[in-house]
């Protein structure tokens, strides 16, 4: 089945503590994405990746790294996590090339507490 | 920049009656525009999409959108409503580096 997989589901933890949600699909997509959602806001690009060890800055990129050494792997990054990232994360992918770059399929979101 | 609107927070429509989410959007060129829905505690599904063509599109789930350029446009309609139609629902831009522009999403009640 083509899918988007995120880990976790979800997670609590303490300012300051290191995490990684890791992201994977298994589409062999090029493109691929983290948005996060808040009430109000919709969701809001964090950062993307055209391609392996291509990643760029979306809209909301501080506080956050991001890697692509695997084509089906994204991992998001909080080095040091703070209350204002509380948030539902979701990492989407799709194919690199045109239009069909934003046809993207979502993965079931993570949704991040930190205390 | 590329922005989405989407006016009502809140709809809430009996089952069986019609239905529609308006989206306005602001975009310079020839917009790619997209309907998903968020089910509780689910990621986000397609809808339906316009790229170019018919200004009518048709989806899954018995949805259809009909862009309009002249408004600015792309307003989701459904003809009859089923319980299982309550969700969020999100219309989206397509924006530069292949992002999505969201609005901020319109919450569907349905009452039996």
């Known amino acids: 089945e083509a899918q988007v997989t995120q880990n976790p589901r979800y997670l609590i933890t303490v300012t300051g503590k290191k995490l990684t949600v890791t992201c994977s699909q298994n589409?062999?997509?090029?493109?691929m994405s983290w948005y996060r959602q808040d009430p109000g806001l919709g969701l809001r690009q964090i950062y993307y990746?055209?391609?392996?060890?291509v990643t760029d800055k979306g809209d909301v990129p501080e506080g956050y790294k991001v890697s692509r050494k695997e084509k089906r792997n994204f991992p998001l990054i909080l080095e040091s996590p703070s209350p204002n990232q509380t948030s539902l994360y979701f990492c989407?992918?799709?194919w690199g090339q045109g239009k069909s770059s934003y046809e993207q399929y979502f993965g079931p979101g993570t949704r991040l507490t930190v205390t | 920049a590329q922005s989405v609107t989407q006016p009502d927070i809140h709809i809430t429509v009996s089952e069986g009656a019609s239905l529609e989410l308006r989206c306005n959007y602001s975009?310079?060129?020839?917009?790619?525009l997209f309907w998903y829905v968020q089910s509780p505690g689910q990621g986000l599904q397609l809808l339906l999409k316009?790229?170019?063509?018919?200004?009518l599109v048709q989806g899954i789930k018995g949805f259809e959108a009909e862009f309009k350029r002249s408004q600015s446009s792309f307003n989701l309609r459904k003809p009859s409503v089923h319980w299982s139609d309550a969700a969020e629902y999100f219309c989206?831009?397509?924006?530069?580096?292949?992002?999505?522009?969201f609005g901020a999403g319109t919450i569907l009640r349905v009452k039996s």
């Open positions: 316009y790229f170019s063509g018919d200004t």
């Open positions: 975009y310079g060129a020839t917009p790619y």
């Open positions: 990746s055209m391609n392996v060890e």
């Open positions: 589409m062999n997509h090029e493109y």
């Open positions: 989206a831009v397509g924006a530069d580096g292949n992002k999505l522009v």
């Open positions: 989407a992918s799709s």
